[in-house]
Protein backbone atom coordinates (compact mmCIF):
# COMPACT_ATOMS: atom_id res chain seq x y z
CA UNK A 1 0.00 0.00 0.00
CA UNK A 2 1.47 3.14 -0.89
CA UNK A 3 0.28 6.37 0.53
CA UNK A 4 -0.58 9.81 -1.91
CA UNK A 5 -1.31 13.15 -0.72
CA UNK A 6 -4.32 14.71 -2.61
CA UNK A 7 -4.75 18.02 -2.65
CA UNK A 8 -8.37 19.97 -3.52
CA UNK A 9 -8.89 23.48 -3.91
CA UNK A 10 -12.43 23.48 -1.25
CA UNK A 11 -13.94 25.71 -3.30
CA UNK A 12 -13.70 24.24 -6.44
CA UNK A 13 -15.25 20.29 -5.58
CA UNK A 14 -17.60 19.72 -8.08
CA UNK A 15 -18.25 22.98 -9.48
CA UNK A 16 -15.34 23.80 -12.14
CA UNK A 17 -13.37 21.44 -14.24
CA UNK A 18 -9.98 22.94 -13.34
CA UNK A 19 -6.65 21.43 -12.05
CA UNK A 20 -7.42 21.23 -8.73
CA UNK A 21 -3.43 22.13 -7.95
CA UNK A 22 -3.91 25.10 -10.10
CA UNK A 23 -6.57 26.54 -7.83
CA UNK A 24 -5.82 30.22 -7.13
CA UNK A 25 -7.50 30.11 -3.89
CA UNK A 26 -4.06 28.80 -2.19
CA UNK A 27 -5.17 29.63 1.27
CA UNK A 28 -8.46 27.40 0.69
CA UNK A 29 -6.75 24.34 -0.43
CA UNK A 30 -7.32 21.27 1.90
CA UNK A 31 -4.84 18.12 1.93
CA UNK A 32 -6.31 15.06 1.88
CA UNK A 33 -4.33 11.65 2.24
CA UNK A 34 -6.05 8.77 0.59
CA UNK A 35 -4.50 5.12 1.30
CA UNK A 36 -4.80 2.94 -2.21
CA UNK A 37 -3.26 0.06 -3.57
CA UNK A 38 -1.46 1.36 -6.44
CA UNK A 39 -0.41 -2.15 -8.13
CA UNK A 40 -3.74 -3.17 -9.16
CA UNK A 41 -5.12 -0.84 -12.28
CA UNK A 42 -7.93 -1.04 -13.90
CA UNK A 43 -8.67 -0.05 -17.39
CA UNK A 44 -11.74 2.28 -17.55
CA UNK A 45 -14.37 4.82 -19.46
CA UNK A 46 -15.81 7.38 -17.89
CA UNK A 47 -18.49 8.55 -18.71
CA UNK A 48 -20.92 11.60 -17.23
CA UNK A 49 -22.44 14.93 -18.59
CA UNK A 50 -20.65 17.96 -18.69
CA UNK A 51 -20.87 19.33 -14.91
CA UNK A 52 -21.23 15.73 -13.33
CA UNK A 53 -17.96 16.15 -11.74
CA UNK A 54 -16.23 13.71 -14.23
CA UNK A 55 -13.29 15.51 -14.51
CA UNK A 56 -12.86 15.83 -11.08
CA UNK A 57 -12.71 12.08 -10.63
CA UNK A 58 -10.33 11.48 -13.18
CA UNK A 59 -8.12 13.98 -11.84
CA UNK A 60 -7.99 12.15 -8.63
CA UNK A 61 -7.07 8.97 -10.33
CA UNK A 62 -4.72 10.40 -12.62
CA UNK A 63 -2.33 11.13 -9.45
CA UNK A 64 -2.33 7.59 -8.62
CA UNK A 65 -0.77 6.46 -11.94
CA UNK A 66 -3.80 6.29 -14.43
CA UNK A 67 -2.99 7.16 -17.87
CA UNK A 68 -5.80 9.77 -18.97
CA UNK A 69 -6.98 9.05 -23.11
CA UNK A 70 -8.81 12.10 -24.25
CA UNK A 71 -9.62 12.30 -27.70
CA UNK A 72 -9.92 16.62 -27.17
CA UNK A 73 -6.57 16.20 -26.04
CA UNK A 74 -5.43 13.67 -28.30
CA UNK A 75 -6.61 15.97 -31.29
CA UNK A 76 -4.69 18.79 -29.88
CA UNK A 77 -1.63 16.56 -29.32
CA UNK A 78 -1.58 15.42 -32.78
CA UNK A 79 -2.17 18.80 -34.38
CA UNK A 80 0.17 20.67 -32.37
CA UNK A 81 2.88 17.69 -33.54
CA UNK A 82 2.56 18.82 -36.98
CA UNK A 83 2.31 15.55 -38.38
CA UNK A 84 1.01 14.14 -41.49
CA UNK A 85 -2.59 13.32 -39.49
CA UNK A 86 -2.34 16.62 -37.83
CA UNK A 87 -2.31 18.80 -40.50
CA UNK A 88 -5.25 17.13 -42.05
CA UNK A 89 -6.92 17.30 -38.85
CA UNK A 90 -6.08 20.76 -38.14
CA UNK A 91 -8.15 21.47 -41.89
CA UNK A 92 -11.10 19.86 -41.06
CA UNK A 93 -11.52 21.47 -37.50
CA UNK A 94 -10.32 25.03 -39.29
CA UNK A 95 -13.32 24.27 -41.11
CA UNK A 96 -15.88 24.04 -38.34
CA UNK A 97 -16.42 20.29 -39.39
CA UNK A 98 -17.01 17.08 -37.15
CA UNK A 99 -13.41 14.93 -37.39
CA UNK A 100 -14.74 11.50 -38.79
CA UNK A 101 -15.08 8.04 -36.24
CA UNK A 102 -12.53 6.48 -38.12
CA UNK A 103 -9.56 9.44 -37.87
CA UNK A 104 -10.58 9.15 -34.15
CA UNK A 105 -10.32 5.64 -33.78
CA UNK A 106 -7.20 6.15 -35.21
CA UNK A 107 -5.54 8.06 -32.52
CA UNK A 108 -7.03 6.03 -30.33
CA UNK A 109 -5.37 3.02 -32.14
CA UNK A 110 -2.45 5.14 -32.32
CA UNK A 111 -1.86 5.62 -28.01
CA UNK A 112 -3.30 2.25 -27.21
CA UNK A 113 -0.82 0.19 -29.36
CA UNK A 114 2.18 2.33 -27.74
CA UNK A 115 1.09 2.02 -23.81
CA UNK A 116 3.92 1.32 -21.74
CA UNK A 117 1.22 -0.75 -19.36
CA UNK A 118 -1.31 -3.31 -20.37
CA UNK A 119 -3.35 -1.41 -17.38
CA UNK A 120 -4.30 1.65 -16.37
CA UNK A 121 -6.18 3.60 -18.38
CA UNK A 122 -9.10 5.87 -18.44
CA UNK A 123 -11.34 6.67 -22.01
CA UNK A 124 -12.78 10.21 -21.25
CA UNK A 125 -15.08 11.20 -23.97
CA UNK A 126 -14.75 8.16 -26.27
CA UNK A 127 -16.51 6.49 -26.88
CA UNK A 128 -18.86 8.73 -27.55
CA UNK A 129 -21.04 6.98 -30.41
CA UNK A 130 -22.40 3.30 -30.73
CA UNK A 131 -20.02 2.74 -33.91
CA UNK A 132 -16.94 3.52 -32.17
CA UNK A 133 -17.89 1.46 -28.97
CA UNK A 134 -18.25 -1.63 -31.40
CA UNK A 135 -14.82 -0.09 -33.19
CA UNK A 136 -12.91 -0.08 -29.73
CA UNK A 137 -13.95 -3.60 -28.88
CA UNK A 138 -11.51 -4.68 -31.85
CA UNK A 139 -9.06 -2.58 -31.08
CA UNK A 140 -8.59 -3.82 -27.63
CA UNK A 141 -8.99 -7.44 -28.82
CA UNK A 142 -6.06 -6.27 -31.74
CA UNK A 143 -3.88 -4.96 -28.77
CA UNK A 144 -4.68 -7.45 -26.04
CA UNK A 145 -6.23 -4.93 -23.75
CA UNK A 146 -9.73 -5.11 -22.03
CA UNK A 147 -11.69 -2.60 -20.42
CA UNK A 148 -12.86 -3.80 -16.45
CA UNK A 149 -15.04 -1.17 -15.97
CA UNK A 150 -17.38 1.57 -17.54
CA UNK A 151 -18.32 3.89 -15.01
CA UNK A 152 -21.00 6.70 -15.52
CA UNK A 153 -21.24 9.94 -12.93
CA UNK A 154 -25.21 10.38 -13.28
CA UNK A 155 -25.93 13.52 -11.62
CA UNK A 156 -29.34 14.84 -12.15
CA UNK A 157 -29.86 17.84 -14.78
CA UNK A 158 -31.35 20.30 -12.52
CA UNK A 159 -28.03 20.30 -10.38
CA UNK A 160 -25.67 20.51 -12.72
CA UNK A 161 -27.60 23.41 -14.32
CA UNK A 162 -27.35 24.57 -10.84
CA UNK A 163 -23.43 23.95 -10.81
CA UNK A 164 -22.87 25.41 -14.17
CA UNK A 165 -25.22 28.48 -14.34
CA UNK A 166 -24.69 29.50 -10.27
CA UNK A 167 -20.82 29.96 -11.18
CA UNK A 168 -19.31 33.14 -10.30
CA UNK A 169 -15.69 34.21 -9.40
CA UNK A 170 -13.44 36.65 -7.63
CA UNK A 171 -12.42 39.02 -10.02
CA UNK A 172 -9.16 39.58 -7.93
CA UNK A 173 -8.18 35.83 -6.78
CA UNK A 174 -9.83 33.56 -9.31
CA UNK A 175 -12.06 31.62 -6.53
CA UNK A 176 -14.86 30.27 -7.09
CA UNK A 177 -18.59 30.13 -5.64
CA UNK A 178 -22.10 29.45 -6.41
CA UNK A 179 -25.27 31.38 -5.91
CA UNK A 180 -27.34 28.21 -5.32
CA UNK A 181 -25.15 26.84 -2.16
CA UNK A 182 -21.27 27.73 -1.77
CA UNK A 183 -21.71 31.59 -1.40
CA UNK A 184 -18.76 33.19 0.59
CA UNK A 185 -19.37 33.35 4.25
CA UNK A 186 -20.27 37.27 4.57
CA UNK A 187 -22.14 37.58 1.23
CA UNK A 188 -20.81 39.70 -1.44
CA UNK A 189 -17.00 39.87 0.19
CA UNK A 190 -14.40 36.82 -0.96
CA UNK A 191 -13.29 34.55 1.74
CA UNK A 192 -9.79 34.17 0.28
CA UNK A 193 -9.08 37.92 -0.66
CA UNK A 194 -11.81 39.59 0.82
CA UNK A 195 -12.58 40.89 -3.01
CA UNK A 196 -15.76 42.31 -3.71
CA UNK A 197 -16.22 42.56 -7.23
CA UNK A 198 -17.57 38.54 -8.80
CA UNK A 199 -17.68 37.70 -12.45
CA UNK A 200 -19.60 35.39 -13.90
CA UNK A 201 -19.47 33.10 -17.17
CA UNK A 202 -22.06 34.19 -19.91
CA UNK A 203 -21.34 31.64 -22.02
CA UNK A 204 -22.93 29.26 -19.73
CA UNK A 205 -26.48 30.28 -19.59
CA UNK A 206 -29.59 27.68 -18.93
CA UNK A 207 -30.27 27.17 -22.43
CA UNK A 208 -27.04 26.35 -23.10
CA UNK A 209 -26.57 23.64 -20.51
CA UNK A 210 -29.41 21.85 -21.36
CA UNK A 211 -28.56 21.79 -24.71
CA UNK A 212 -25.51 19.75 -23.83
CA UNK A 213 -27.09 18.09 -21.43
CA UNK A 214 -29.79 16.17 -24.19
CA UNK A 215 -27.11 16.14 -26.53
CA UNK A 216 -24.91 13.93 -23.88
CA UNK A 217 -28.33 11.45 -23.23
CA UNK A 218 -28.87 10.52 -26.49
CA UNK A 219 -25.75 9.65 -27.02
CA UNK A 220 -24.80 7.97 -24.18
CA UNK A 221 -27.91 5.99 -24.17
CA UNK A 222 -26.94 3.32 -26.99
CA UNK A 223 -23.24 3.21 -24.93
CA UNK A 224 -24.94 2.60 -22.03
CA UNK A 225 -26.83 -0.73 -23.15
CA UNK A 226 -24.23 -1.45 -25.43
CA UNK A 227 -21.96 -2.21 -21.85
CA UNK A 228 -24.60 -3.05 -19.97
CA UNK A 229 -24.89 -6.13 -21.69
CA UNK A 230 -21.35 -7.19 -21.41
CA UNK A 231 -21.81 -6.75 -17.55
CA UNK A 232 -19.16 -4.00 -17.04
CA UNK A 233 -21.41 -0.96 -16.74
CA UNK A 234 -21.51 0.69 -13.43
CA UNK A 235 -22.98 3.91 -12.03
CA UNK A 236 -21.94 6.73 -9.52
CA UNK A 237 -24.36 8.88 -7.83
CA UNK A 238 -22.56 12.12 -8.44
CA UNK A 239 -25.48 14.42 -6.76
CA UNK A 240 -23.28 15.50 -3.90
CA UNK A 241 -20.58 18.15 -5.62
CA UNK A 242 -18.33 16.35 -3.41
CA UNK A 243 -15.45 15.03 -5.13
CA UNK A 244 -14.50 12.51 -2.00
CA UNK A 245 -17.87 11.33 -1.69
CA UNK A 246 -17.69 10.62 -5.64
CA UNK A 247 -14.01 9.36 -5.06
CA UNK A 248 -15.36 6.50 -2.68
CA UNK A 249 -18.27 4.97 -4.71
CA UNK A 250 -15.13 4.59 -7.75
CA UNK A 251 -13.20 2.75 -4.91
CA UNK A 252 -16.42 0.59 -4.08
CA UNK A 253 -16.51 -0.34 -7.61
CA UNK A 254 -12.95 -0.80 -8.19
CA UNK A 255 -12.60 -3.22 -5.45
CA UNK A 256 -15.24 -5.06 -7.31
CA UNK A 257 -13.46 -5.36 -10.70
CA UNK A 258 -11.70 -8.43 -11.63
CA UNK A 259 -8.58 -7.86 -14.09
ZN1 LIG B 1 -10.88 36.55 -3.98
Given at each position: ?13 G ?10 C ?8 I ?14 AP?S ?12 G?T????GD???E ?10 K ?6 S???V ?5 I?L ?6 KL??K ?6 G????I???K ?7 KN?L ?7 I ?25 K ?13 C?G????T???D ?14 E ?13 F ?6 SG???I????V??I ?6
Amino acid sequence: MKKTNIYYGIRNIGLLNMDNDECPCKKGLKKIDIKYDSDKKFNLIFMGAPGSGKGTEIQILQKEGYTKISTGDLLREEVNSGSELGKKLKKIMDSGNLVSDDLVIKLIDNILSKLESKNGFILDGFPRTIQQAKKLDSLLKKNKLKIHGVIEIKTPDELIIKRITGRYVCVNCGATYNKFGNKPEVDGVCDVCQGTEFKTRSDDTEEIVKKRLNTYHSEAAPIIKFYKKQNIFYTVDGSSGEALITDQQVRNILKELII
